[in-house]
């Protein structure tokens, strides 16, 4: 199919692109990767009469380092984050995650804000983002406000981004001495959305785990952190024992929507599984290094 006839706008600054944006409202949509857009125009599943191409504000695009946050534009793209080494330098899991995201075709074109704002329940960087408690901005003609990733997220495909209001930058706060991390998903085929996917991070002092941050992705409309189930396992020396029952608390905590094609227990399952693999991974990197 193709898509419903529209204006196509090329601003060529940000204050031109939050002026249209002021202007048309919800008659308009940005498009950046264009990887989700698209194609829900040519399924008339979105039909704007204004198209917004934000792709000659480079100013929107790079990752830098500023203060505790490794802060990345929205017009970023996907491999870009993926082989940054300022980011896999102090933010190891945002690149790893961005290194999953479908094929190689599409890390090219797809950014970061252009995923964040499809909110796709199964989305990589929205699991990253909330697990870590990005901040996210948000620019219109009115100004500039900051929203937490557990306020952004509204729902499935939902966001707290208003009609005349863009994403400009990510912060996401750097890695801290004795915190590793670790990403893992599981899909059908390779490239496909994830069924499920697990974000964590373990931070340890004195041999004991003095911090766990662990998202899940997949399992409900809108990625969640799981922080009640864990009060249990903080403070201890982590072991097999350790990892099992975290895994099984982390099958407990969700409770994942019954569908015919995927019913929830297999979500569940396969959140444990994951979780398990990856404190696996986290033991055995830590056993690795030299006392
Ligand atoms: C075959 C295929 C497989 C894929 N697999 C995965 C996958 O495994 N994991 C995954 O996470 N994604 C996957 N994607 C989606 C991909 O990551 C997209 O890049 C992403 O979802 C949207 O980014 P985009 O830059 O292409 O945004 P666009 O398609 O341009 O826009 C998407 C939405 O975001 C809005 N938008 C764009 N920029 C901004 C902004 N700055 N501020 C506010 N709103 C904005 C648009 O108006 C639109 O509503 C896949 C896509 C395809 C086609």
Redesign the pocket.
Same mark, same amino acid.
């Given at each position: 199919m193709k898509p419903a006839s529209f204006e196509y706008h090329r601003p060529a600054s940000i204050g031109e692109a939050l002026k249209l944006l002021a202007e048309h409202r919800a008659e308009a949509?940005?498009? &950046? /990767?264009?990887? &989700?857009?698209?194609?829900?125009m040519n399924m008339r599943l979105?039909s704007p009469a204004h198209l917004i191409d934000?792709n000659d504000l480079s100013e929107?695009a790079g990752v830098k380092k500023r203060g505790d946050l490794i802060e990345i534009g929205?017009?970023t793209r996907?491999h870009e984050v993926a082989s940054s080494s300022l980011a896999a330098a102090h933010c190891p899991l945002v690149s790893q995650a961005a290194s999953?995201? /479908?094929?190689y075709a599409?890390?090219q074109?797809?950014?970061l /804000?252009? &995923?964040l704002?499809?909110a796709?329940p199964?989305?990589?960087?929205?699991l990253v983002a909330r697990t870590l408690d990005a901040r996210i901005t948000?620019a219109s003609h009115a100004g500039e406000r900051e929203l937490a990733s557990v306020e952004f997220f509204e729902g499935a495909m939902t966001t707290a981004?208003r009609p005349d209001?863009?994403?400009?930058r990510v912060g996401f706060p750097i890695q801290q001495p004795g915190e590793r991390s670790a990403f893992k998903l599981f &899909?059908r085929r390779h /490239?496909?959305?994830?069924i499920v996917s697990v974000a964590l991070v373990v931070g340890m002092q004195e041999g004991r785990v003095a911090r766990l941050q662990l998202g899940v992705g997949g399992a409900s409309p809108v990625p969640i952190r799981l922080d009640r189930a864990l009060d249990d396992f903080l403070g201890k020396v982590p072991d097999a024992g350790w990892v099992e029952s975290m895994a099984l608390a982390s099958y407990h905590a969700i409770t994942p929507e019954e569908s015919t094609r995927i019913p929830a227990i297999y979500r569940k399952e396969l959140t444990q599984t994951l979780v398990s693999q990856a404190l696996n991974e986290l033991l055995a990197e830590q056993e690795m290094e030299p006392a």
């Open positions: 949509k940005l498009i &950046s /990767g264009g990887q &989700s857009l698209v194609p829900m979105a934000i929107l929205t017009l996907h999953t995201i /479908g094929h599409i890390r074109r797809g950014t /804000g252009g &995923s704002a499809h796709d199964a989305a990589q960087m929205s948000l981004i209001e863009m994403i400009v &899909s /490239g496909d959305y994830a």
